[in-house]
Nanobody, 120 residues
């Protein structure tokens, strides 16, 4: 089993920036892809960004050009740098993993999530 702990959320004004972190522990050898999802009130959870062990990335159209995902394979941490934040980015952000590829995400247990609130 893989345990995930997210951090870095908070309250920010529109146009501001935040960086989220997700640390993985446990059966980390099984992880290929890591990524971020978000869920706003009344909406379905959606993939925001993902990255595989080789550094290939995938982004939701709504965040392309504003968000950047990166990972430290040695420390098993994935980051999400969020710039030019908009009120519609407000959501709980969750980390998850994929054993084989980005396409196999979400494949693991969910962390507790971290709240991101963007004020207008």
């Amino acid at each position: 089993q893989v345990q995930l702990v997210e951090s870095g959320g908070g309250l920010v004004q529109a146009g501001g920036s935040l960086r989220l972190s997700c640390a993985a522990s446990g059966s980390i050898f099984s992880i290929n892809a890591m990524g971020w999802y978000r869920q706003a009130p009344g909406k379905r959870r959606e993939l925001v960004a993902a990255i595989n062990r080789g550094g290939n990335t995938k982004y939701a159209d709504s965040v392309t050009g504003r968000f950047t995902i990166s990972r430290d394979n040695a420390k098993n941490i994935v980051y999400l740098q969020m710039n030019s934040l908009k009120p519609e980015d407000t959501a709980v952000y969750y980390c998850n993993t994929g054993t084989i590829s980005i396409a196999t995400m979400p494949g693991g247990s969910w962390g507790q999530g971290t709240q991101v609130t963007v004020s207008s």
